[in-house]
């Protein structure tokens, strides 16, 4: 293990030192995992005590197996609907039962995703035989519920992935519903990569006493991404990127849009040039979005164009280059959109187009994952020309302010030198003279009884 991978690693511990079972660390042998990351370290033992934990780390660390091993170990395989974890994107609810079905092959225990965009009456047999670990997303959990399919008050575990985002404005009142109608006291988990303030203080109010786990000290983001910034136009981004994928060939890069309109446009753009890109965003049939996912994770496409749902939702080993097409509003979406690679103790590469107006957008994210991105560029690549419309935009922006700089002079008058006007000491006894009416007058406006 390389140095770069100690800040994912404890490597002073295996899994058989956090109190786990032979079966459930049967099924960590079988994927090759020796050494847990900082975060299942800290997070297992304390869950394995009953406790309630609010667990934030970095991107790529693994934070799923941190608190499905302690589920896999403590649930009954014979216990239908013990365990409820909530996810923002249905590409993360079949990611996280993908993964826990895996780790928990040997203590046979369980797990189905439910979502939307899926038929119900396909999640239906799967339900029947009585699962239990339920991973869903908050519309499709409460729909079942409303059905009488999901029994509430049988959980006796309740986790939120991602809990930054389940607990923002468009998911907090089904999440507050949920919550509130579980057994009275659940053992909760919740985890994260960012966690503000606002979220923390929310969190809490549904969790007992919990224990706070923070498994970063300096950077929000793995030192095995190497991120970069290219300062461009908007109009030369496409070109950029173009110029981009020929040169560096990436063996796997996430483009990440802002809109789904932009990701159209840039995926029908890469293809004309003969890039092989997809494109992801939920507008798309979920049959669709699934068939990309497969082709995604089994290595069949090398360039996918995505929205920020991607983010939330891609755990995928081989990404070595995310690509910033759009910078973010929100600075906490970009440490997620960047930990789509570097997975797990691996390096990759993070580039984001910023365009001039765009600095403080730059520093609120360099001031968040508290590290300091670099520039780059390639002398080879050449700007294209000014679009006409914009050239007539500055055009006109310049005229206007010569026009409104012309009209301040006509108003303010000519000036009048000093040396020309004889100084009266007593009406100006400090020897300054104004030459010009004060900024601010009453206008005329005086107090009335009028109400």
Not at 150 to 163: H, Y
Not at 197 to 214: F, G, H, Q, T
Request: some cysteine.
């Amino acid at each position: 293990m390389d140095a770069t991978s100690l800040d994912t690693f404890d490597t002073t511990k295996t899994f058989a030192d956090l109190g786990l079972k032979p079966l459930v660390l049967e099924g960590l042998t079988k994927r090759g995992f020796k050494h847990p990351t900082q975060i299942q370290a800290a997070l297992i033992p304390a869950a394995l005590l009953g406790k309630d934990v609010l667990g934030q780390a970095k991107t790529g660390t693994g934070k799923t197996a941190a608190f499905g091993l302690p589920l896999l170990q403590m649930l009954d395989p014979d216990t239908a609907f013990s365990a409820l974890v909530l996810v923002p994107t249905r590409e993360l609810a079949i990611q996280v039962a993908k993964e826990l079905q895996e780790l928990g092959s040997f203590a046979k225990v369980q797990t189905v995703a439910v979502y939307g965009g899926q038929p119900i009456d396909k999640q239906l047999p799967q339900l029947k035989k009585g699962p239990p670990i339920i991973v869903g997303t908050p519309g499709r959990v409460m729909d079942l519920a409303e059905r009488g399919i999901l029994p509430f008050e049988s959980f006796r575990f309740a986790i939120l992935d991602e809990v930054d985002r389940m607990l923002d404005i468009g998911f907090r009142d089904d999440i507050r519903k949920i919550l509130g109608r579980l057994r009275k006291t659940p053992q909760t988990i919740f985890v994260s990569a960012t966690i503000s303030p606002e979220i923390e203080k929310l969190a809490r109010s549904y969790m007992k006493d919990p224990e706070k786990i923070v498994t970063f000290e300096k950077s929000l983001t793995v030192s095995q991404v190497k991120q970069s910034y290219f300062a461009v136009e908007r109009w030369d981004k496409r070109r950029l990127l173009l110029h981009l994928m020929r040169k560096e060939q990436p063996h796997l890069a996430v483009v990440f849009c802002r809109t789904k309109r932009a990701v159209d446009e840039v995926t029908e753009f890469l293809n004309k040039n003969k890039i092989d890109a997809h494109a992801m965003h939920g507008d798309m049939y979920q049959k669709k979005r699934d068939k990309v996912m497969d082709q995604l994770r089994e290595g069949q496409l090398s360039v996918l164009v995505a929205s920020d749902l991607a983010a939330r939702g891609l755990d995928v080993d081989d990404i070595t280059h995310v690509v910033n097409y759009d910078m973010p509003e929100d600075p906490e979406v970009y440490i997620h959109r960047i930990g789509r690679t570097a997975r797990a103790g691996r390096s990759g590469v993070a580039w984001s187009f910023v365009a001039p107006d765009q600095g403080e957008l730059l520093t609120n994210i360099e001031m968040l994952a508290n590290v300091e991105i670099p520039t780059v560029g390639y002398e080879d690549f050449k700007p294209g020309p000014v679009p006409m419309e914009v050239a007539a935009m500055r055009e006109h922006e310049a005229k206007r302010k010569e026009d409104a700089q012309h009209s301040r002079n006509r108003i303010a008058g000519p000036e009048v030198p000093v040396a020309a006007v004889a100084v009266n000491s007593t009406m100006f006894p400090d020897g300054i003279v104004p030459t010009a009416l004060p900024g601010r007058r009453l206008g005329g406006r005086v107090a009335t009884r009028r109400r």
